[in-house]
Every structure is written in C-alpha cells, then in structure tokens.
C-alpha cells in the first residue's frame, strides 16, 4: 500500500517528505499509525553533518526515535497489544542473545538496532513497525506526546540511576537543554532536595527554574574552578553529585570541581571525543566518574512517573508540526528560533 509517508535523510541538508511503502509486521512485531515523534539533538545532527562519531549516514535513512502511536495490527505471536492500543516506543531493540542482553544492560548490546542510528530506519513516517515487547501500552490520560516525551526521560531515569541519586541528594545539573531538563526532572522525583541547573543561556534558566530547579546558575567564566567556586557558594557547598548535560569541555570540567570527595559526577553531554579533565583531583577525592549511553529498562519507570503525576513533561514542548512540514520542524529545532526546546511532530495530520 503506498498510503505511508516518511522523513527520509538522504545525505547532508537533503531530509525529504516521501511516499513509502507501509511495512508488514512479522510474527512478534506491531504495526503502529505514529502520532507523536519529538526532534531530538542526533535527528540534528545527522541532517546537519551526516554521521555521529562513527556511525555515518551511507544510505537514505528515516529519521525519529522519539515517539508513540496506535497500533492498528499485530503479528501472528504477539499476545500483549491488540489493534487499538496507545504505545511509547522504546526505539532501540538489541540481540535479546549477548551477555549484555542477558544480563540487564542490553543497551550496552553490540548488536542494539537503534531507530534512526545508521543505517536503521527510524519512526518519522505514518506507518512504522517495532518488536511488540519494546513497545509501552499508554494508559488513557497518558498523551500521545507524553509518550513520545518517555525516550528523553529514560535518559535521565538512567543518568539519575548510575549517579545514585536518592532521598536528600545534592544534585549539579550542568547545561539545561531538553536533556538537563528531564535528568532535573528525574532527580527531583527519585528524592533529590536539592537541584541546581547550570546553563550559559538565561532563557534556558528560566525554563528550568519554570519546571522546578530549586537553583538556576549562570555560568559566564570558562575558567571551572571559578564556576566551580560560584556553584558552591550559590549551593552552600560541593554537591554529592554531578550530572553533565551540556557536552562541553569547561563544564566538565566544573562539573568534576563541584562534585564533593566521594561523590559521583555522570557523564550525560556527548561533546569533543577527547578532552581535558582535572583527573587527579578526580582520583584522589575519589570521584567516581561514569558514562551512560542511552538507558536500559527505564521506559516502565518513565512511564509510571508520567501516569503518576510525578513528573511532568509537558512544559518541555515548545513547538508543533505537520508531519509534511517535518523539514520546518527540524529548522526550528536546530536554530532553537522562538525558544525551542522540544519539537513535537504530528504524523496523523
Ligand atoms: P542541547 O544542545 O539542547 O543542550 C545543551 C545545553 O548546554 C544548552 O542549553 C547550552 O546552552 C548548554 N551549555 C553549553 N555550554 C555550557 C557550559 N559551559 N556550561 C553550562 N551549560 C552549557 O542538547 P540536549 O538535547 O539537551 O542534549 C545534551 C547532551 O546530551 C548532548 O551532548 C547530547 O549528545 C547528549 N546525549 C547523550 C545521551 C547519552 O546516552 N549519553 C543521550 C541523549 C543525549
Ligand atoms: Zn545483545
């Protein structure tokens, strides 16, 4: 049937609107009319550079890994969705087969098949298909948004895990972008009593100030140990942990500084793939420094903190789009014109 359209990313600045087949579940996937897909930082990337690290765009590629939709038919074993059901998508699927899967951390799998990674297709189409057992039944108050909105949360469900963040913890959040935001929002649920938010924009302090940060910093040094030394002042001391969002050299470097001797700082921002870090400081206050790629089981979590009430993704949202004016919707998303923080897409209209 040619009634399905998706974003195709050709190659550098070439993302174009096209008809497409409408792809056949197999036995344990779902077909799903997407609803909601939000624009993250990579779908950026890609179409402004082509390729992230070493994963490279070499053939056309659907763009969108953030997003939910309904599904409209099941493959022949799938027992757990029927036609009619509202689902999130988690959008990476590993082998399910590697010590990795088997042992919890499938996001470390070698074998993930990430939607919109090189060369896997992603969401951003009218019609997609996905393994049923990635796919998160909504309930009925949950929105289709929230559900799209449930991928950058499991990012900091997972950051907020690795960091061990709990009841009464000092939490720096270093950069307030849609990322920050959601690992300020997960801290603050999983206990946090103090947040603070560092940026070098005001209108992205006011934001998170807007959704809840109990202190907004902004940083106008590069100099870290100076924003370090402000930081702690501002929090009344070192924080017990750290959780760099921004990707840049100097706040990895603040974050490190304003960590407190034992604590953890977590390493969100994916920024220079080789920098400059105050290591021996980190070592001998034993500051444990950590990476996270993505998250692992954290969709149910997202989501049972969405239906909650607990958290509140919303205020993220900024802009709304077509999907024909996806192209549109990835320009304002990579300018951030009218304060974009999160670009939702809507591909039932
Ligand atoms: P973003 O660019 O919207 O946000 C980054 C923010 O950092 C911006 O608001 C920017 O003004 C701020 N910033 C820049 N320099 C700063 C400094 N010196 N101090 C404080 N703030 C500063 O990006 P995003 O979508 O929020 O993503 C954030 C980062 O997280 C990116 O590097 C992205 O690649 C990474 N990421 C990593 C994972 C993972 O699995 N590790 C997953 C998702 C995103
Ligand atoms: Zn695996």
Not at 85 to 108: F, H, M, Q, W
Not at 161 to 175: F, Y
Not at 313 to 340: S, Y
Request: charged share 20%; net charge neutral; hydrophobic share 45%.
């Amino acid at each position: 049937m040619a009634d399905n359209v998706a974003a195709v990313l050709h190659g550098i600045n070439d993302i174009r609107m096209e008809p497409v087949a409408r792809p056949t579940p197999g036995p344990n996937d779902v077909l799903i009319a997407m609803k909601a897909v939000g624009i993250c930082g990579s779908d950026v990337h890609y179409w402004t550079h082509g390729r992230i690290g070493d994963f490279v765009l070499t053939c056309p590629m659907v763009l969108g890994h953030e997003s939910s939709g309904t599904v409209v038919e099941v493959g022949a074993n799938v027992k757990t969705l029927v036609a009619g059901d509202r689902v999130a998508i988690e959008p990476g699927v590993p082998c399910r087969l590697c010590s990795y899967c088997k042992t919890g951390r499938y996001n470390l799998c070698p074998d993930m098949q990430f939607c919109a990674t090189p060369p896997v297709n992603g969401s951003l189409a009218r019609f997609y298909v996905h393994p049923a057992d990635f796919c998160f039944k909504l309930p009925d108050h949950v929105s289709f948004e929230e559900g799209a909105l449930l991928e950058p949360l499991s990012v900091g469900v997972h950051a907020c895990r690795r960091a061990n963040v709990t009841l009464g913890s000092r939490v720096l959040v270093c950069g307030a972008g849609p990322i920050g935001l959601v690992c300020m929002l997960a801290a603050k649920a999983a206990g946090a009593s103090e947040v603070v938010v560092t940026d070098i924009d005001q209108h992205r302090l006011d934001v998170a100030k807007s959704m809840g940060a109990h202190k907004i910093f902004r940083v106008t040094s590069r100099d870290a140990k100076e924003v370090a030394a402000q930081i702690a002042e501002l929090a009344g001391g070192r924080l017990d942990v750290a959780i760099e969002c921004s990707g840049a050299e100097a706040s990895l470097r603040t974050a490190i500084f304003s960590t407190r001797n034992g604590g953890v700082v977590v390493l969100v921002g994916l920024g220079a793939p080789e920098v400059n870090m105050p290591i021996v400081d980190a070592a001998v206050r034993e500051v444990d420094i950590r990476g996270i790629f993505r998250y692992v089981n954290a969709y149910p979590t997202a989501l049972a903190m969405i239906a909650s009430g607990t958290v509140n993704v919303k205020p993220l949202i900024t802009h709304h789009f077509k999907l024909n004016d996806a192209i549109q919707a990835f320009e304002t998303a990579k300018t951030g014109a009218g304060g974009a923080i999160k670009v939702m897409i809507h591909c039932d209209q």
